[in-house]
């Protein structure tokens, strides 16, 4: 099971497959289980069928580790806004 972000980024295998949600809309939603095609030192890109999706690292805090899914927190991009917004999440299938 996946604790921190270090592990996380362990667990980012090319291949591996990971179940995507994005949360940033009102409800959740499932976005397909997609296998890792590309890992870099400060990104990892997941396979999709228009391309690949990146995400690229952030500093720990904008991470969670819950029942074996990591929820990556994102900022508002509003002067002054400290909060932070749950907005993906990832699940390793295999």
Do not use: H
């Not at 809309?25 to 400060?42: F, Y």
């Not at 991009?77 to 993906?88: A, K, N, S």
């Amino acid at each position: 099971m996946i604790k921190n972000l270090s592990q996380f980024k362990k667990a980012l295998t090319v291949g591996s497959k990971w179940r995507c949600f994005n949360l940033s809309g009102s409800e959740p939603q499932c976005v397909g289980v997609r296998p890792v095609a590309i890992k870099q030192t400060n990104s990892v890109a997941f396979e999709t069928a228009r391309g690949n999706s990146w995400l690229e690292f952030q500093p720990a805090r904008f991470y969670t580790f819950e029942g074996g899914r990591v929820q990556v927190y994102s900022e508002s991009g509003r002067v002054g806004d400290t909060e932070l917004y749950i907005t993906l999440e990832y699940e390793l299938v295999e």
